[in-house]
């Protein structure tokens, strides 16, 4: 069974870019035709894709957040990572990495997720 884990910065002040790791066992994140997606909710709203990158390597953004958004991965460690640059506090949420068959906010197994707050 494939696991995710996501790791970063709880607290991230504004204007600053926010970094997340997600490591992923049971599986790699270079075979399998998979999407490895990232996905957040800010509070009291609602799932949002963010972006994903392919198996193959190929990114993929959400048009609303593609101008601040960068997805990249270390296959050495199994892991992929978010960047966010010029995060303001609504980019407070709790982040999640997944594993999908597509790129959106299905997904066939997902991290526990982390809390991100942006705050001076």
């Known amino acids: 069974q494939v696991q995710l884990q996501e790791s970063g910065p709880g607290l991230v002040k504004p204007s600053q870019t926010l970094s997340l790791t997600c490591t992923v066992s049971?599986?790699?994140?270079?075979?399998?035709?998979?999407?490895w997606n990232w996905i957040r909710q800010p509070p009291g709203k609602g799932l949002e894709w963010m972006g994903a990158?392919?198996?193959?390597?190929?990114?993929y953004y959400s048009p609303a957040l593609a101008s601040r958004t960068s997805i990249s991965r270390d296959t050495s460690k199994n892991q992929f990572t978010l960047h966010l640059t010029s995060v303001t506090s609504e980019d407070t949420a709790v982040y999640y990495c997944a594993q999908g068959s597509s790129r959106g906010t299905s997904y066939d197994y997902r991290g526990q997720g982390t809390q991100v707050t942006v705050s001076s």
């Open positions: 049971g599986g790699s994140i270079t075979t399998g035709y998979y999407y």
């Open positions: 990158i392919s198996y193959s390597g190929r990114t």
